[in-house]
């Protein structure tokens, strides 16, 4: 009798699945899992564009191939090299979240205006005697700021969320034809604002000319000669990481974190408040314990993320060079598949970038689940 | 007499202004580029590859250019774009997408967080592990399916492959997991069905998860490039990025010119932004949890 009973519930259940998940089904077959499938075959197949191939089954060659291809194990290196900037973009991203989560507001509203408008007068002033000197660029960057912190008082941290928003909805084509124009070694903005510096501190140093230079950070490292490596220093990966940080730290990340920041129950904090905590001991162990589900799914989204990433920047600042260094895997497929036609040997390199992506998402999954349920 | 303000008072108040201080001192070096971008778009052409920002000559020409008002003056030949109608474009189809998205995500995500079904746990890794093939990959398959539906260079091609996404499931999936369990418990011993239960009491508690979903898909299919690349070759079809992208081939030293037309580009979502901002963070603060 019992057993009936879960087993007429179980049906109700599953009758109601399919209700809810039909829609999404049908799209998932139709435009996920059978191009999945279909390009799975390709990879085995010497698949090209062009007509006058014959199309035939190669079994294991284009793989064979791969192992012993060094540009793949090249910009597989230059791919998990670009992914090493993920953890500092999203810890940097809990922070402003953690510090723009309260609504940053004076209680009263005439007080708030009226510090405001001093905010405001202070920085006219300030800002059209630097003008008026014959020094408008620091004038117009001191204006925002000062324009920043009297929207800041007046509307609280909601401005300054608005504001760090805008780099990653802007990104796209065209900010990353910006940042082409800013890395430019002789007009670009980055080195001009470096050049100051350096004359500021009185240093005598050669500038990195960022795009056009294989050098990076751990080129100190004895890599192998086709890794192309011009020593240590800055060049177009840096520039692309920078970026790439410029456009992630205000980001969607930022968002999710103060959604679940914002979720957190205050009485958490009252007790730990009662119990003497420090606002970096409140920060430690109730923020970061609390939004570990957010953490943990920013972590998967990153891996699989980063390890695709790179196509856009690649396309549009360099065409993945200087010398292949800012060629990620991405750009290889599409280079393989689209420039070289070759879209059998494109979907293999695919397929084992998929097995990279999926066995370390294996890993974050186990990992993640078994620190979760420790924390709770 | 007037109490002196007490020490803690004192404490908090320069915290927040140290704060204040910092964030936006952030701002001002975030919207550098940004600055040098407006500044650009009011150069002239002479003046581009200076390393000033402030530009010695403020004119509006460049926007009266781009928005085929005046001729190029050194071709004498208006320029081949037409802004309103991209951006028309873009927000047409990252409208329909999100829609749609949103709609089938949040189904689909109560299907696999809130109803025990056998299989279940296996029907959400496959959807989880097709979120791993790169993006790549499944365009050529997929540009091979809309050919064969007829698709190809219309505005349904570009809306419903992107209708259904593993990316929106898995997100609100998580964000409905964390909404307590004994909330549809209670609906359910009063008698609640599931339709019931999704509408009245998941879906409200749900909104900020999905005014979230809503803004990454619009943003992201606003620039999205590759796929619109593709399956586009009418030019009164575009949307920005390709576009700005054609654009960039055909006036790529014009500096001044790209700048004034991504400025223009950029208006519409930032007002937008400014929008919707003000909705996410109203929902986001779900407040308790049960109570009494």
Redesign the interface.
């Known amino acids: 009798m019992g057993m009936l009973w879960t087993g007429m519930r179980?049906r109700k259940?599953?009758k109601?699945?399919v209700?809810?998940?039909c829609?999404?089904?049908?799209?998932?077959l139709?435009?996920?899992?059978?191009?999945?499938l279909?390009?799975l075959y390709?990879s085995f197949t010497n698949w090209t564009l062009r007509r006058s191939v014959e199309l035939q089954w190669v079994g294991l060659r284009n793989y064979r191939e791969l192992l012993t291809d060094s540009n793949f194990w090249f910009f597989l290196y230059n791919t998990l090299y670009f992914m090493l900037a993920i953890p500092f973009t999203v810890c940097a991203s809990l922070l402003l979240a953690n510090?723009?989560v309260d609504s940053?507001q004076l209680k009263r509203r005439a007080l708030r205006v009226r510090i405001a408008s001093i905010i405001l007068a202070i920085g006219a002033l300030n800002c059209t005697f630097l003008f008026l000197v014959g020094r408008?660029?620091p004038?117009?960057?001191?204006a925002?700021?000062?324009a920043?912190?009297a929207a800041?008082?007046l509307w609280g941290?909601?401005s300054?969320?608005?504001?760090?928003?805008?780099?990653s909805?802007?990104?796209?084509?065209?900010?990353i034809?910006?940042?082409q124009?800013?890395f430019n070694p002789?007009?670009g903005?980055a080195n001009?604002i470096l050049g100051q510096v350096a004359q500021w501190l009185n240093l005598d140093v050669t500038l990195p000319t960022w795009l056009n230079s294989t050098k990076s950070l751990l080129g100190f490292l004895p890599l192998p000669e086709t890794f192309s490596s011009g020593g240590f220093g800055l060049g177009a990966r840096e520039a692309i990481m920078i970026m790439g940080f410029?456009m992630g730290?205000?980001g969607?990340n930022m968002?999710?974190y103060?959604?679940a920041i914002?979720?957190i129950?205050q009485d958490l904090y009252e007790a730990a408040e009662i119990d003497g905590a420090s606002g970096v001991g409140k920060f430690w162990h109730i923020t970061v314990p609390s939004v570990a589900?957010t953490t943990f799914?920013i972590a998967i989204?990153a891996t699989?993320g980063g390890l695709?990433g790179g196509?856009?920047f690649a396309r549009?600042m360099t065409q993945g060079g200087p010398a292949g260094t800012t060629t990620t895997?991405?750009y290889y497929?599409?280079t393989k598949?689209f420039v070289e036609q070759d879209?059998g040997y494109?979907?293999s390199v695919?397929?084992v970038?998929?097995a990279i992506?999926?066995s370390l998402?294996l890993v974050n999954w186990k990992y993640g689940n078994r620190k979760m349920e420790a924390a709770t | 007499m007037k109490k002196p303000p007490s020490k803690d008072l004192v404490r908090r108040g320069t915290g927040?202004s140290l704060?204040?201080?910092f964030?936006?001192?952030?701002?001002?070096i975030?919207?550098?580029?940004?600055?040098?971008?407006i500044?650009?778009a009011f150069k002239s052409s002479a003046e581009v590859?200076?390393?000033?920002?402030?530009p010695k000559l403020f004119s509006p020409d460049n926007i009266r250019i781009v928005l085929q008002m005046i001729p190029d003056p050194f071709t004498h030949e208006y320029v081949n774009l037409s802004l309103l109608r991209w951006i028309f474009n873009s927000f047409f189809v990252a409208s329909w997408v999100t829609a749609l998205q949103v709609?089938?995500?949040c189904?689909?995500a109560?299907?696999f967080s809130r109803?025990?079904?056998?299989g279940?746990d296996q029907v959400f890794l496959?959807?989880?592990?097709?979120?791993?093939?790169?993006?790549?990959?499944?365009t050529?398959?997929?540009f091979?399916?809309m050919v064969s539906l007829r698709l190809v260079n219309t505005y349904q091609g570009l809306i419903?492959?992107s209708?259904?996404s593993?990316?929106g499931?898995?997100?609100l999936r998580?964000f409905m997991?964390?909404i307590p369990q004994s909330y549809d418990e209670a609906a359910e011993i009063d008698g609640a069905?599931?339709?019931q239960i999704?509408l009245d009491v998941i879906m409200p508690l749900a909104r900020?998860?999905m005014i979230?979903l809503a803004?990454?898909t619009f943003?992201g299919n606003y620039?999205s490039?590759?796929w619109p690349l593709i399956m586009i070759k009418d030019a009164h079809l575009r949307t920005v990025?390709i576009g700005?992208?054609a654009f960039?081939g055909e006036y790529g030293t014009q500096?001044e010119l790209?700048?004034s037309?991504?400025l223009i580009?950029?208006i519409p979502?930032?007002m937008l932004?400014?929008i919707l901002?003000?909705q996410?963070?109203r929902g986001?603060?779900?407040s308790?949890?049960v109570k009494g």
């Open positions: 179980e259940h599953f109601a699945a209700g809810f998940l829609l999404n089904i049908i799209g998932f139709c435009f996920t899992l059978g191009p999945v279909l390009s390709m510090m723009l940053m408008p660029d004038a117009l960057i001191l925002v700021i000062y920043g912190a800041g008082v941290s909601v300054y969320r608005t504001m760090l928003y805008v780099p909805f802007a990104s796209g084509v065209a900010t034809i910006l940042w124009q800013i002789y007009h903005m001009n410029w730290i205000g969607n968002i999710l103060i959604a914002a979720n129950p589900p799914f989204m699989i695709q196509f856009e549009i895997l991405a497929i599409y598949g879209l494109a979907a695919s397929w970038l998929f992506v999926f998402t | 927040l704060k204040f201080l964030v936006s001192v952030l701002c001002g975030m919207f550098l580029p940004f600055i040098w971008m500044c650009t590859e200076g390393a000033h920002f402030w709609f089938t995500s189904m689909a109560y299907a109803i025990r079904w056998r279940r496959l959807y989880l592990a097709t979120m791993m093939i790169p993006a790549l990959v499944l050529i398959p997929r091979q399916i419903i492959p209708a259904f593993a990316f499931t898995f997100m998580q997991l964390s069905g599931h339709l999704f900020p998860g979230t803004i990454f943003l620039r490039l590759m990025p700005l992208l960039q500096v790209l700048m037309a991504t580009c950029l979502l930032i932004f400014i901002q003000k996410l963070v986001i603060n779900l308790g949890g």
